[in-house]
């Protein structure tokens, strides 16, 4: 009984799946890894089979078989035996019935979450991953504990991206205008590649987030942590952070470049011509009205198109903010 | 030896005709190529634009593989470019070359001669086709001028109808290409049923027509859906009527099912031509009889019928239902079998042949290997669970460039070579021939396994910046693509050095029984002297090597009917 688990086990180290990952697979992240990996292997011994008999049988006829002096004519044969034609369709029909039924069978475990998972929101946007955690933060990566079961609602803001996490061998479209659910449990703490595998344009390839898996007990605090980083940073850091997160980085750039809205770069109390020949100056209150008032006073150039974060952003977050722009001279 | 002789009389009118008249000087000037209605003018004519759509789509692809030396930007090209790069390296592939490939220009020079007629069924039909393409092929490269399209070729909503690249212009291109598709798909059908010869029922029909039966089927009934999704694509960017687009109101998903309705079964329109070359070629080089012909024949049907119902394993990890998903792996793994049906009679066929290791074998056995792994890797994308990992990534890449390149180019390099004789009265170097046959594999192995270990570490692909640890991986999958180009140059030269300088070819170079070798090399302008005998197409054993003629003749007496 142990020889042949022993020698199961050598099958996937030969096949190059290892839980720490091997010649063809990634290290094993997630519970749902190995059981994928398992079916990999086995696919892999048969299609190696497969593929070396019919290597084999054609170098073997080509060797036997040349054309040569004394070979010049084909032997006599049947053209066609129904027998042997019937067993080799009846047999690979067998076979991949087989592959098909385990396959279906892993993907319906991998794809159906436990009762109690820990939820975490989703949103993809060209080109970035942004992370919502039940109490409201917002993160540019996705923090999980170890060995729970986690859930992730995702959407798209825009076009379809593709969550990826090869080390989970997890992967979902992310749609815009609907609602996808994927979850995983990862097994050891670490960091762990995302990347985004749905084509999505000019930062398609730059959309990498890392999934950090904490040990017991350091997710609670690190969320904590992180939830308060408004009382613990300094207001203008606060305010970058909240730049890269509230969704301020599609329209406005901070280098002067420029985009859907106005870039931030000089912009504070600099004299800012409004549609209708007013010209205002961009202090505090004039970027406070901004924020929430979008529309009231829109430059010259630019369309009324910003949502209000009435709501959206709190004071002391408003505030955090104009400090932040304040350091873009 | 008492078979036919070169320029005698007969059912086997042949010897090389170059210095008679033949289909190429039957008539001379550029408005006699432009306005022709003979078939294998306008094959030799589509042959011309599709190889040079091939060296376009290579170059994109040379380029594209430069970029990937290094993980990082690169001073060749940027994002944009990149991403405009791989779009129009996979459209002009797809839609210029391997679709309309091997059926418009080896089918068309070959279709009416295996069934001894003088032309198809709608000889202005074809020409209209060939401008088709033509006009489609202008309108989809323009774009390159006006915006070149970086949606990749396969236009997923709603970034296709968002982007600000001119994908009307190539889609409409596109579009007008499909038309030219659904012509010569209807062109065939009707060849075949109507031209047929007396005594050549279904099932003595040559295997490559049945390839070509199969895949015009496919292209009469699934093109005209790939036009409407288009047109509606168009209707959308242009009109802003939501269909796809969920902003407004649409269903992103839906375009991908519109898409994949046409561009799975498209797949089978590349490979089942290829397969009636290989069914050809197996059977011609090895000397012997195909093994098993109906299972094969039934087989090009089964994948026909099979190609339509398994367009959703493209759509694993789109968001469509678990039931759907379940429905579509099983029929996926349900079409896998044909092939390898078809895989094991050509081995079958070779079993105590006199294999005879020619170029156009050396096609074959490529093939067989490359197939073999393209067919075989399907299985890991077939199951549900790992396709969920490999979706996407390199793995998928790698995969079906083995499927379309290693088993369509290569029976398309197979067949170029085989009927090039035929085509143009020369033949080429055999051991150039040989060399360029052996870089190719080289080349392709090299530049396409190592994606394969590259994509199920989870390298996804359309990235123009990569991990730093797959950049071994893609170092030496570009140094296979040099290798790739060098053959490619190799087989041009000597093709085209051919065509000056070639020994005059015989009428049967290779000893193939079908009848399009009992006319002359080139042939005639109205194909044959007078009408040939249809016999087995397989009885490869009835024409012998002749010293003196420089090519295969009959056994049988002339006159005497061809038995089977």
Not at chain 2, 538 to 560: H, I, K, L, N
Request: charged fraction near 15%; glycine fraction near 10%; proline fraction near 6%.
């Amino acid at each position: 009984m142990n020889l042949g688990r022993d020698f199961v086990d050598r099958l996937f180290t030969w096949a190059g799946v290892q839980a720490a990952g091997g010649f063809w697979m990634p290290e094993q992240g997630s519970t749902g890894a190995a059981a994928v990996d398992h079916l990999f292997s086995f696919i892999l011994w048969v299609s190696a089979f497969f593929f070396l008999l019919i290597v084999t049988l054609m170098i073997v006829f080509v060797v036997r078989y040349r054309r040569r002096p004394g070979r010049m004519e084909a032997e006599r044969g049947p053209a066609h035996n129904t027998p042997l034609e019937i067993t080799w369709t009846v047999i690979p029909i067998a076979i991949v019935i087989g592959i098909f039924i385990w396959g279906f069978k892993v993907y319906l475990d991998v794809n159906t979450p436990p009762a109690n998972s820990y939820e975490v929101l989703v949103t993809g946007q060209k080109w970035k991953w942004l992370f919502t955690y039940p109490n409201g933060h917002v993160d540019e990566n996705l923090h999980v504990p170890v060995d729970t079961p986690i859930r992730l609602v995702m959407t798209s803001e825009d076009v379809i991206h593709g969550f990826y996490v090869p080390a989970f061998r997890l992967k979902r479209d992310v749609v815009p205008g609907r609602y996808v659910k994927v979850w995983f449990r990862a097994v050891n703490p670490g960091e762990y590649q995302i990347y985004c595998t749905q084509y999505c344009g000019t930062g398609h390839s730059d959309m990498w987030a890392k999934v950090i898996v904490h040990e017991p007990g350091g997710f609670e605090r690190w969320l904590d942590e992180a939830g308060n980083f408004m009382k613990t940073m300094p207001p203008a850091q606060a305010g970058e952070l909240l730049y890269r997160t509230r969704g301020c980085a599609q329209c406005h750039s901070v280098n002067g470049s420029g985009g859907t809205g106005p870039t931030w770069k000089g912009l504070f109390a600099s004299h800012v011509p409004i549609e209708g020949g007013r010209v205002m100056v961009a202090d505090e209150d004039y970027l406070r009205t901004c924020i929430l008032d979008p529309t009231k006073n829109v430059p010259v150039g630019f369309q009324p198109v910003m949502p209000t974060f009435k709501g959206r952003l709190k004071d002391d977050e408003i505030t955090a903010i104009i400090e932040y722009i304040k350091t873009l001279k | 030896m008492t078979g036919i002789e070169s320029g005698a009389a007969g059912f086997g009118q042949g010897g090389n005709a170059l210095g008679r008249d033949n289909y190429l000087n039957h008539e001379r000037g550029i408005k006699s190529w432009l306005l022709t209605r003979d078939h294998k003018r306008i094959g030799v004519m589509y042959l011309v634009v599709i190889l040079s759509s091939f060296f376009l789509g290579g170059i994109f692809a040379e380029l594209i593989r430069t970029k990937l030396l290094t993980p990082g930007n690169s001073a060749l090209m940027k994002a944009d470019t990149y991403n405009q790069m791989f779009t129009l390296h996979g459209a002009i592939m797809i839609f210029l070359f391997v679709i309309p490939g091997i059926p418009a220009s080896l089918g068309n020079f070959v279709l009416p001669l295996m069934l001894g007629a003088k032309d198809v069924a709608f000889p202005r039909l074809n020409l209209a086709s060939f401008y088709l393409w033509v006009g489609g092929a202008l309108l989809a490269l323009g774009s390159m001028v006006t915006g070149a399209v970086d949606t990749g070729w396969t236009f997923y909503t709603p970034y296709s109808t968002t982007t600000n690249t001119n994908v009307i212009m190539m889609v409409a291109g596109i579009f007008v290409l499909g038309f030219s598709s659904i012509f010569t798909g209807l062109n065939f059908v009707v060849t075949i049923h109507k031209l047929r010869p007396a005594g050549m029922t279904w099932f003595r029909m040559p295997l490559f027509l049945w390839g070509i039966y199969g895949t015009a089927i496919i292209q009469i009934m699934a093109t005209p859906v790939l036009g409407i999704t288009l047109l509606l694509l168009i209707a959308e960017r242009a009109l802003g009527i939501g269909i796809f687009d969920p902003a407004l109101g649409g269903d992103p998903v839906l375009f991908q099912h519109f898409f994949w309705f046409y561009s799975h079964p498209a797949v089978y329109i590349m490979i089942l031509p290829a397969m009636g070359v290989i069914s050809e070629l197996v059977s011609v080089f090895s000397r012997k009889h195909i093994f098993g012909y109906s299972f094969i024949a039934m087989s090009s049907i089964a994948i026909a019928v099979l190609s339509f119902l398994v367009w959703g394993h493209h759509m694993f990890v789109a968001g469509q239902s678990t039931l759907s998903s379940m429905i579509f792996s099983f029929l996926t793994f349900m079409v896998a079998i044909p092939s390898a049906v078809k895989v094991f009679n050509w081995l079958a066929t070779m079993y105590k042949g006199s294999i005879w290791l020619a170029t156009p074998m050396l096609y074959v056995l490529s093939f067989l290997f490359l197939f073999g792994i393209g067919g075989l890797t399907g299985l890991f994308l077939g199951a549900l669970a790992v396709d969920v990992h490999l979706h996407d990534t390199y793995f998928v890449v790698a995969h079906f460039h083995y499927v379309m390149f290693g088993g369509t180019v290569i029976a398309f390099l197979g067949g170029l070579h085989y009927w090039w004789p035929k085509m143009f009265g020369r033949m080429y170097s055999e051991f150039w021939g040989r060399i360029g046959a052996l870089l190719v594999f080289v080349g392709f192995n090299t530049t396409f396994f190592t994606q394969f270990v590259m994509g199920s570490h989870g390298a996804p692909r359309r990235s123009y910046h990569y991990q730093p640890q797959f950049e071994a991986y893609h170092r030496l999958s570009t140094i296979g693509a040099y290798i790739l180009g060098v053959g490619f140059v190799v087989i041009a030269v000597y093709l085209i050095h051919s065509l000056l300088r070639g020994r005059p070819a015989p009428a049967n170079p290779w000893g193939g029984a079908t009848l399009e070798w009992q006319t002359s090399s080139p042939p005639p302008h109205d194909n044959f002297e007078s009408t040939p005998a249809v016999g087995d197409p397989y009885d490869v054993e009835a024409w012998t090597w002749d010293g003196a003629v420089g090519g295969f003749v009959r056994r049988a007496p002339a006159g005497q009917p061809a038995g089977s």
